[in-house]
């Protein structure tokens, strides 16, 4: 029990144990002292050293001199060295053009040069002579231009110089015949043609053709001599690169004139019972419009509709001549499409050696209620005859269309796509009137 006791109070005592530490504030003050000591020596020291080095420099500048063989350091001076021969000479066919220094860097030319002279250069007097020749040229295609107005029933009145023209493309003695845009003259009564000389001209609508946008109205031949006919050139020899001459509506006036080249002669458009290749030109246009575009001789190589350029970005492309000449053909002579209703593409050669399908006109599409439609001919169908004529394109598919009439009836073979093979059925097709 009293060691127990005894226990408790050194428990007790312990509680109360004090433990003396030094005092924070002695140990900073040391330190503090050490500090301001170091920095203190080092300083004397950068003193006495700085004072070392001027005693040295000062004597040492007597003694040492400096390398006498030693050269400054001088940039190169670009007037100092000598000009180099930069005579330039350009070739032509008759005489050598040279450009000296000299001529570069004096402001007034010599008196016998060509600017002292007022003379003209030979290469700018070819290109002069060529733009005047081209200027002639597209003066010539202008005589066979017409401007056209209409007038309908209720007594209101077109003028569509701002917006369409037409080119005299074939007469007799009866009269001209004017083709022109679709829309500009279909469902209005009275036609009027003023040819450039001024004169006048009622006309009539022999035939239009909604598809492809042209139509071709009858003016009554008049006594004038300014009058031309244009005629068409032969669109399959042109490729890209070639000069041409635009005339028509470009810029709203309706008898604007430019030149350009061929910049894509593969186009191809494809439509209701037709196809028709395109000539794409360099040439923009501002508005949607009737025009044509022109070889260097002044012949119609493509025709620009409406339906086309409604379509197609500012650069001016057509129809090739040569592709629409017989519809054009048709429709001097009052002969308007026959109707079949199909849209349709050739097959081509790595479809029939990869796939198996059958060389012909493939039917991409079929309109309802068309002549093709009710005799039974179906989108995928294969077009491989008609009559006894072999179909392998839309060409061979519009000379048969073209040289029918409405109300015949043609025998139209096809190759339809069965579970494992290809059937050949035969369709008589009516055909109606576009």
Known sequence: ??????????????????????????????????????????????????LVMIIVYRTGARYIKPDEGRQDITLENPAATPLEDTTQTLQNNTEDITVSPEQTTEAEPESESAAGTGETSPEIGRLTDYAASLKAVAAGVNKASVKITVLSSDGSW?????????????????????????????????????FTDGASAQCILVAGDEVSGMAVVKASRNKSNAVAIARLGNSDAVSAGDIVIAAGNLYGNGSAVGYGIIADAHGYQYGTDCGYGLLLSDIRYEISGYGFICNTSGEIIAVVTTEITSKNNSLLGGYRASGVRTLIENLINGRSRSYFGIKGQPINSAAEDNYGIPAGLYVSAVEVGSPAYSAGIQTGDIITRIDAKTIENMSDFMDKLNAADSGDIMAVTVKRKSRDSYKEIVFRVTLGVE
């Open 1 to 50: 029990m009293e060691q127990q006791n005894n226990s408790n109070e050194e428990k007790k005592y312990n509680l109360y144990t004090e433990h003396i530490m030094p005092e924070k504030g002695k140990k900073v003050k040391k330190l503090a002292k050490k500090t301001a000591f170091v920095v203190a020596m080092a300083v004397v020291f950068g003193l006495i050293a700085g």
């Open 158 to 194: 077109a003028d569509y110089s701002d917006k369409e023209y037409g080119m005299v493309v074939s007469g007799d003695d009866s009269g001209y015949y004017i083709l022109t845009d679709y829309s500009a003259v279909v469902g209005y009564d009275s036609i009027t043609a003023e």
